[in-house]
């Protein structure tokens, strides 16, 4: 079946540095989404990537999907501590059926 | 406005012992999961309503576990005789669309079988 893998599985970073964590799946993916998941809260939405090489950004946030539509990746820029949770990535193997990666554990010192 | 709401958000159980979970989702979804989270994990898929019908159960671990929507709103997961690899947090997601759009999910179930 369908698997999506996540790298890193952690990172701790500084804050003010960057970030990036790459999704890819074994399959073609009609669509990628992330979500971040704070310590003790549930996922949350972030954004649906949709079309092949598509990139969005949201603030400090980028987010890349391949031409090949099987691979991902999210970039914080200036990481802050409001940052800090799991990010997780997850494609979709039905037109309903998402997906998920293990998730990338994102720590910033402040 | 009101998200989706689980209850209990903590349940502790002893093995053998039968637990129900609620999901309350937005009012006015349509789709509606169950989702188990293992500690460290990303969320697994275990069964998807399309308002009272269950078009989706082949996630659900073992014949322990059963899920319903009757009225094609609130959702209850049951299991049934619970082992102690049951325990994790449940998750429980709706989608206002069909097809593949934005889950909002609500805060979880973290059950403990001891």
């Known amino acids: 079946g369908q698997q999506v893998m996540q790298i890193p599985q952690y990172q701790h970073v500084q804050e003010g540095e960057d970030f990036t964590t790459y999704c890819n799946s074994s399959t073609t993916l009609s669509n990628i989404q992330w979500y971040k998941q704070r310590p003790g809260g549930h996922p949350v939405f972030l954004i649906q990537l949709v079309k092949s090489g598509e990139v969005k950004k949201q603030k400090r946030l980028t987010f890349q999907f391949g031409e090949a539509k099987k691979n991902s990746s999210l970039h914080i820029t200036a990481t802050q501590t409001t940052d800090v949770g799991t990010y997780f990535c997850?494609?979709?193997?039905?037109?309903?059926?998402?997906?998920f990666g293990k998730g990338t554990l994102l720590t910033v010192n402040p | 406005g009101a998200g989706v709401s689980q209850s209990p958000r903590y349940k502790v159980a002893k093995r053998g012992q039968d637990v129900a979970l609620r999901c309350d989702p937005i009012?006015?979804?349509?789709?509606l999961f169950w989702y188990q989270q293992a500690l460290g994990q990303g969320p697994e898929f275990l069964t998807y309503?399309?308002?009272?019908?269950?078009?989706?159960k082949s996630g659900l671990p073992s014949d322990r576990f059963f899920a319903e929507r009757p009225e094609g709103s609130v959702s209850t997961l049951k299991i049934q005789r619970t082992q102690q690899e049951d325990s994790a947090v449940y998750l429980c997601?709706?989608?206002?669309?069909?097809?593949?759009?934005?889950?909002?999910f609500g805060p979880g179930t973290r059950l403990t079988v001891l």
């Open positions: 997601a709706s989608s206002s669309l069909l097809g593949e759009t934005e889950q909002f």
């Open positions: 309503f399309q308002n009272e019908a269950q078009l989706d």
């Open positions: 997850a494609g979709f193997r039905s037109n309903y059926k998402l997906t």
């Open positions: 009012s006015g979804h349509v789709s």
